[in-house]
């Protein structure tokens, strides 16, 4: 199929479609602000129900890819929504459940039987990973719990949506990522918070079922290459525990640690400084094996550092960015849990599992009419060298992704439209990657 009939495609989807940050994609409906809560909204178990509201939104999402090189072009378009219910709260208490559901409106072949050789990676992600030809039984129970608020801080079980730096739903398709635990927030000194929660299921991006912890890591690998084995992991689920300092408006200072039971030991810290139109950021990471199985070697120790400098006006930002190895081991953190938090991270590019990373990134954001600010313009730009096998790889990614959301009645209306293109030099993954790449994705959210 020609260049044309990707363009041509791209308008004629472009009725469908989400919008989220480059980096933290989501913000919580149970988000917390502070002096707003009455514990007591409701009088009886009738008015607890009764005095409920609900909240969700309407999705639909459209992405294409074009190998210019091969003359290979897919795409998919997918539809659908989320509905939460959470009630009032009586004497602190509160519930809440959520469903998902999406249908696929049109697509190229996404199975596994495909002739096409090269796998529709991001075109299957909108729907069911595990079963690429299920186009409409594809919903999900996505919220299922109950929680304690006790003024600022809260306590919460069951089933839920959770945004940390390593774990979050990283929801730029149709289905994000969700847990089964429980999870703790502390937040009585308002400059100084503490978090954290234990997991034992997950309902990955891109999937349909709750599955136990173990099956999660590598699940992703397996489904998008099914002739590679998986292998579960020995291992009771997830612990995190986060801590976070605000000194005063220009410092802050954020830890957060993961264990995975049996597999690894994670600390990811974060400290930024701003001063007028300059921030300063930097982040360090580490991790280490607890014991040796498929997933990581005995004495595993991979260490990253991430740097930002970062000016900013009232109708631009620009900032350079840059990751890199500072041990010999690789970053192995599920990518079934979330998207990565460093600098250098932008929507299709990531560092997960790669040897000696330096990646480098600009980010430039342009806000250029005074009566439409909720209009951005990202221009972005990612040089991301590492070794494989002991030969030097390079991947560069461009990327203008315009988000905006309309105004007065349709407000609610959130808009994204991502465009990027990845130019490799001996790097490949799988099927996948490893040729030049054209890749759009249009996407609207409309949240009531």
């Known amino acids: 199929m020609k260049i044309y009939s990707y363009i041509v495609i791209l308008l004629l989807l472009s009725l469908n479609l989400s919008a989220q940050n480059s980096h933290q994609q989501f913000e919580s409906i149970d988000s917390v602000k502070h002096g707003s809560f009455n514990p007591n909204e409701a009088h009886s178990f009738h008015e607890w129900f009764k005095k409920g509201h609900v909240s969700g939104l309407f999705r639909s999402s459209t992405i294409t890819t074009y ?5 290979n072009f897919s795409a998919a378009s997918g539809l659908g929504g989320r509905i939460y219910y959470h009630s009032a709260y009586w004497h602190g208490f509160q519930m809440g459940i959520g469903g998902i559901y999406t249908y696929n409106i049109l697509s190229t072949d996404l199975s596994n039987t495909t002739e096409n050789p ?18 409409h039984d594809l919903d999900r129970l996505e919220e299922l719990f109950i929680k304690y608020r006790y003024k600022d801080s809260y306590i919460k079980i069951g089933k839920m949506l959770l945004n940390t730096p390593l774990v979050n739903p990283q929801d730029s398709r149709m289905k994000p990522s969700a847990f089964q635990g429980i999870w703790l927030d502390w937040n009585e000194g308002h400059k100084f918070e503490i978090n954290g929660g234990f997991f034992n299921k997950v309902s990955p991006r ?43 408006d220009k410092i802050s200072i954020h830890s ?83 998207a990565e938090p460093f600098y250098t991270f932008i929507s299709r590019h990531r560092i997960e599992g790669l040897n000696e990373v330096n990646s480098q990134a600009i980010k430039l954001d342009l806000q250029p009419f005074e009566n439409w600010t909720a209009l951005n313009f990202g221009v972005y730009g990612v040089y991301s060298g590492f070794n494989i096998d002991k030969e030097e790889n390079r991947l560069t990614q461009i990327s203008l992704d315009i988000q905006t959301h309309l105004k007065n009645d349709w407000k609610n209306l959130k808009i994204r439209l991502l465009n990027s293109y990845f130019i490799t030099d001996g790097f490949a993954e799988g099927s996948f990657l490893y040729e030049d790449i054209f890749h759009s994705q249009l996407i609207l959210n409309y949240q009531f």
């Open 206 to 248: 891109s999937t349909t079922e709750w599955i136990h912890i173990n099956e999660s890591i590598g699940l992703y690998d397996h489904l998008l290459n099914p002739e590679k084995e998986h292998q579960t992991i020995n291992t009771n689920g997830l612990a995190i525990l986060g801590g976070h300092y605000l000194p005063n």
């Open 67 to 71: 190998r210019p090189n091969r003359d």
């Open 256 to 338: 957060w640690q993961y264990y995975i039971d049996k597999v690894s030991l994670v600390s990811f810290n974060q400290l930024e400084y701003t001063q007028n139109a300059i921030k300063l950021g930097i982040q360090y990471f580490i991790q280490n094996s607890l014991e040796e199985n498929h997933y990581l070697n005995a004495n595993h120790n991979a260490q990253l550092l991430s740097g930002q400098l970062k000016w900013s006006q009232n109708k631009w930002q620009l900032s350079y960015n840059r990751t890199i190895n500072i041990t010999e081991d690789v970053m192995k953190f599920p990518s079934e849990w979330g």
């Open 118 to 135: 090269y796998t529709p990676k991001w075109e299957r992600q909108l729907f069911d990973l595990e079963d690429p030809n299920n186009k």
